[in-house]
Nanobody, 127 residues
Framework: QVQLVESGGGLVQVGHSLTLSCAVS????????MGWFREAPGKGREFVAS????????KYKDSAKDRFTISRDSAKNTMTLEMTDVKPEDTAVYYC????????????????????WGQGTQVTVSS
């Protein structure tokens, strides 16, 4: 059973940067497609970014496209989300997700594509 553990969340000021990590165990990260989702208070879970398994294609939520970067480190078996120029609307619980299945890159924006989920890490942006 793949296990995912997020870390790196916390309180950050508007315009500053924060890096979230997702540690993967029981499976090599190269065999997985990975994604980040977030859930703000009173809102549903929304897609933030994904990275495909085979060709490393990345996709982003429009508002994150120029500010966030998703990547994976095979040696550390870890995925990261580098967040820059954070905004109050980035405040949410961020979840790491993974799947062994292969889909077209755009399909990874859908939460139901993922089989494994972490417990989430809180990000709070203060103004």
């Amino acid at each position: 059973q793949v296990q995912l553990v997020e870390s790196g969340g916390g309180l950050v000021q508007v315009g500053h940067s924060l890096t979230l990590s997702c540690a993967v165990s029981e499976r090599a990260i190269d065999t997985l497609a990975m994604g980040w989702f977030r859930e703000a208070p009173g809102k549903g879970r929304e897609f933030v970014a994904s990275i495909s398994r085979n060709d490393e294609s990345t996709k982003y939520k429009d508002s994150a496209k120029d500010r966030f970067t998703i990547s994976r480190d095979s040696a550390k078996n870890t995925m990261t989300l580098e967040m820059t120029d954070v905004k109050p609307e980035d405040t949410a619980v961020y979840y790491c997700a993974a799947t062994e299945s292969t889909y077209p890159a755009n399909a990874y924006a859908t939460s139901t594509r993922y089989k494994y989920w972490g417990q989430g890490t809180q990000v709070t942006v203060s103004s």
